[in-house]
């Protein structure tokens, strides 16, 4: 299962009970005292998951690895281009 799939399984089954609240399926005097919280609970949620993927986001931003010796050897590429076409009479310039 996909994270995608994931998510939109959680989605679905939280829309369900809280459709099931709000159109008063589930009837308890609990609910009712919360109802203005269940109101709310999709938009904090999506607060919340705004949250999560600019952490995750950051997160992998700041530990994205460097490839030291790629760097290296790429430098070292460039510089043997270089001089492969000097030496067939290409002006460069540094």
Do not use: H
């Not at 589930?26 to 269940?38: A, G, N, P, Q, V």
């Not at 986001?57 to 760097?71: G, I, K, P, W």
């Amino acid at each position: 299962m996909t994270k995608l799939m994931e998510w939109l399984a959680a989605a679905a089954a939280f829309f369900a009970v809280y459709l099931a609240i709000v159109t008063r399926q589930l009837r308890s005097d609990l609910l009712d005292e919360y109802m203005f919280e269940i109101k709310l609970s999709p938009v904090i949620l999506v607060v919340l998951f705004g949250l999560y993927s600019a952490t995750v986001v950051l997160y992998r931003t700041f530990t994205f690895n460097n490839c030291e010796d790629a760097a290296k050897e790429l430098l070292e590429q460039i510089k043997e281009a270089k001089a492969d076409l000097r030496s067939k009479g290409m002006v460069l310039s540094d």
